[in-house]
């Protein structure tokens, strides 16, 4: 059966999600989710969501998807652990160091692969499953019939994103909040760069293509395709940062989808609630072009009517749609917003009106014009009907009770619901009736009292023994027999734990330092080969989320887990940046999988890289093969998404260079043979002043990008004389680079 997984930031949202359908939420805690900024829950919350939860066939499934730090690794394993005791179903992780310690030390707690993995093809499902994941969540780029196929070969349960916010990144796989606002979004603090104005520059003609807001994506909506879906063992609902009364919508609407009773009056009101527009995303092959709405990042509402006529102090609104009194709405003027709540409205003849259907008129400071489009953010009659869904059943369960009364005896009822038994004994005697015996619909009325319950009554089996049974004693009996079937079913979680087995140490033979190259062009490359560079990346890479695995030779540098498990057995590689260790047990699992090298995040500093260090020989007796990226633009965001084919320079983009530009600078753009772009940090790292200093590290990276041959053989030169102690002056320019999170820590 599909199951349809709600977000909760809160109590509230957990119970508008659980009331109006879903079979599952997810939730985050206090720390390591990757929604920092939601209410989230705290241990005591938590206990109460799933008591709450559990009580009513709901699994609870907590996010601690963020990358964790060599100094929170204990912290974060003793939240595990309180977490298995508390009965959660399963955690959604990124980080392989908390992966490993779930599958390794619970039973019944399952492991699943967040979306932040990037994990989107049979590979890296095949990866997960092998080490124990009982779950994966595939990345939002992934097609519908890529999907049913890692199903059918991997066999493993997949949950998948249906509706929602959009990352115009792949998940994981953005570094644009942390390196310029030193806010990690693998970290769960993304300060939504994509949701920022942004110039496009043509470099090549030094034009504008003009300011939008050219990577804020729609939200995704695929109610029109839930057939396709059905299949599928998860479909889930991004918004853990959604108010309760968004949350009570979309899962009801799924809910309905789901059970074959959707119309498309249903499916309208989708738009009720926040909305950017809507997307049926990569999963139903969107064109790229219409992936995002850059005129506008936040909630958009609907079209409802434009202003008609302007009447001294009133403004007439031609209707298509319905307008009430307390609706919110906003008018478009000059690409600038008017919003307000209805607090008046006026018919043709100034009378004050509750609603209208075609025309109405409002007053408003603000000047406006005619042929100015009028949409609604907020329907109020509508919004209280969701509030007043937020608290309710949306099933019970079926109690069944055989009931045993007879004079000189203590009442005894076997009672069944929630699939256990529990048995009732009265401390009291029963006396016989003199006049009137209780009879079987005074019982069926007693218990019939169950609203502040999860059961209805069912099946009522009592044979009339003549015997007196006070109202009282039912009622207390009845209290009695729910809390007995509701603890019998909140004890039955199994919760076991694993016996630790001792692990096979990995080290490496310290080495003398030595630089690598990653490079974007074949000039690029013979510049490296010209100045005595032996470790290449250029051919040999395979990036993550690059699915066409082809025959390659030689050592490769593995950017995704897919490829991991399609070349481990053929070729030696280097794991990349995008994997996101900041950990040593993360290294060694990479090692373990057979990683010559591990490079380690660009979101880091000294500090924190001389944690890893230290943790990984303290616990492996020996020193880790690591490597570091000292040089280079930062790829910010890679994404599937073009920029360039929304502002209709597909074809001539190859020919061309173009970089977004704000407030904060630019950030050139690389476009890619498959239409994917990256988008580069504008200023450089530069590390090289720090290379004499750097200890543990044994490859050193230069990554050119955007570089001409004379540029890289120049930072060649200059990374060359660092490292053997030959050039002494600062090659560090504070105008054109930048240390990164080096000397400072992200949040």
């Known amino acids: 059966m599909t199951e349809l997984l709600a977000p909760a930031g809160n109590m509230e949202a957990l119970k508008a999600a659980i009331s109006n359908g879903c079979d599952a939420v997810y939730l985050g805690m206090q720390k390591f989710g990757a929604r920092a900024y939601s209410s989230n829950f705290d241990v005591d919350s938590l206990k109460e969501a799933v008591t709450y939860a559990h009580l009513r066939d709901v699994k609870i499934y907590v ?32 980080d392989l ?69 959009l990352c115009v990144s792949y998940s994981g796989n953005c570094l644009m909040s942390g390196l310029s606002g030193f806010r990690c979004a693998n970290r769960g603090r993304c300060v939504g760069s994509c949701r920022k104005e942004y110039d496009l520059l043509d470099k090549t003609t030094g034009t504008s293509l003009g300011k939008s807001y ?19 063992d998860s479909l889930k609902i991004e918004g853990r940062m959604k108010v309760p009364t968004y949350v009570a919508n979309v899962v009801s609407k799924y809910r309905m989808a789901l059970d074959h009773k959707i119309t498309e009056a249903d499916k309208e009101n989708l738009k009720k609630t926040f909305n950017r527009t809507f997307t049926k995303g990569y999963l139903f092959h969107e064109d790229r072009r219409n992936i995002t709405n850059i005129a506008r990042p936040n909630h958009f509402g609907y079209e409802i009517g434009t202003i008609s006529r302007i009447e001294k102090d009133r403004y007439e609104i031609t209707l298509t749609r319905t307008l ?12 600038e917003d008017v919003n307000l709540t209805v607090a008046k409205l006026y018919n043709k003849d100034g009378d004050l009106i509750n609603t209208a259907a075609d025309v ?82 005074q019982v069926i009325k007693q218990f019939s009292r169950l609203n502040d319950t999860i059961f209805e009554l069912h099946q009522v089996d009592y044979e009339e023994g003549n015997a007196f049974i006070p109202a009282k004693l039912l009622n207390a009996a009845r209290r009695d027999i729910v809390r007995g079937l509701y603890d019998l079913k909140l004890n039955s979680q199994q919760k076991r734990t694993k016996v630790m087995e001792a692990k096979e140490k990995i080290s490496f033979a310290p080495v003398q330092p030595y630089l690598t190259a990653s490079v974007t062009t074949k000039e690029q490359y013979d510049a490296c080969v010209s100045c005595g560079i032996k470790e ?54 990479l090692y373990k999988l057979g990683a010559k090298r591990v490079t380690l995040s660009y979101e880091m500093n000294k500090s924190q890289i001389e944690d890893v260090l230290n943790a990984y020989v303290e616990e492996n007796d020996g020193s880790p093969a690591l490597e570091m990226i000292v040089y280079g633009k930062a790829p910010l965001m890679f994404t599937k998404y073009c920029p360039m084919r929304k502002m209709n320079q597909c074809r001539v983009c190859r020919t061309k260079s173009y970089e977004l530009k704000d407030e904060q600078g630019t950030f050139p753009i ?60 600062a090659v560090f320019n504070p105008e054109t680079d930048t240390r990164g999170h080096f000397n400072k820590e992200i949040v």
């Open 63 to 94: 996010a601690m998807n963020t990358i964790v730090f060599e100094n929170e690794v204990e912290e974060m394993k003793a939240q595990i652990r309180e977490l298995n005791e508390i009965g959660v179903d399963g955690i959604i992780v990124q």
């Open 536 to 589: 290449i990346y250029f051919d040999n890479v395979v990036r993550r989320n690059q699915n066409d695995y082809q025959e390659k030779e030689g050592q490769l540098l593995i950017g995704g887990y897919g490829g991991i498990h399609h070349y481990r057995g053929t070729n030696p590689f280097v794991t990349d940046y995008s994997l996101n260790v900041i950990n040593a047990t993360s290294c060694y699992e």
């Open 670 to 729: 690389l476009s890619h043979e498959d239409c994917t772009a990256t988008i580069l940090n504008g200023k450089t790292l530069n590390l090289l002043d720090e290379l004499p200093n750097l200890k543990g590290i044994e490859a050193l990276r230069l990554n050119f990008t955007v570089e001409s041959k004379e540029q890289v053989v120049n930072v060649i030169h200059m990374a060359s004389g660092k490292l053997d102690g030959s050039m002494n002056h």
């Open 97 to 165: 160091t908390a992966f490993d310690y779930i599958v390794k030390n619970f039973h019944d707690m399952e492991a699943h692969c967040s979306t932040q993995m990037g994990i989107d093809d049979v590979d890296g499902t095949l990866l997960f499953k092998e080490l124990g994941a009982k779950r994966v969540v595939l990345s939002r780029e992934v097609k519908i019939e890529t999907v049913k196929e890692i199903k059918r070969v991997a066999d493993i349960p997949l949950e998948i994103f249906i509706h929602g916010a």
């Open 214 to 232: 050219i990577l804020s994506t729609k939200d995704l909506n695929t109610i029109d395709y839930i057939d396709d879906l059905k299949e599928i």
């Open 324 to 335: 009430n009194q307390n609706d919110t709405i906003r008018i478009n003027h000059d690409n």
């Open 360 to 441: 109405c008129y409002i007053k408003v400071k603000e000047k406006m014009s005619a042929g100015d489009v009028v949409y609604k953010t907020k329907d109020y009659f509508y919004h209280k009907e969701l509030e007043a869904s937020l608290e309710k059943e949306f099933k019970r369960f079926d109690l069944d009770i055989s009931v045993y009364a007879y004079p000189d005896s203590k009442l005894v009822i076997e009672a069944e619901g929630l699939g256990f038994n529990y048995s009732y004994e009265s401390e009291e005697i029963l006396g016989e009736a003199i006049n009137n015996p209780t009879t079987k619909d």
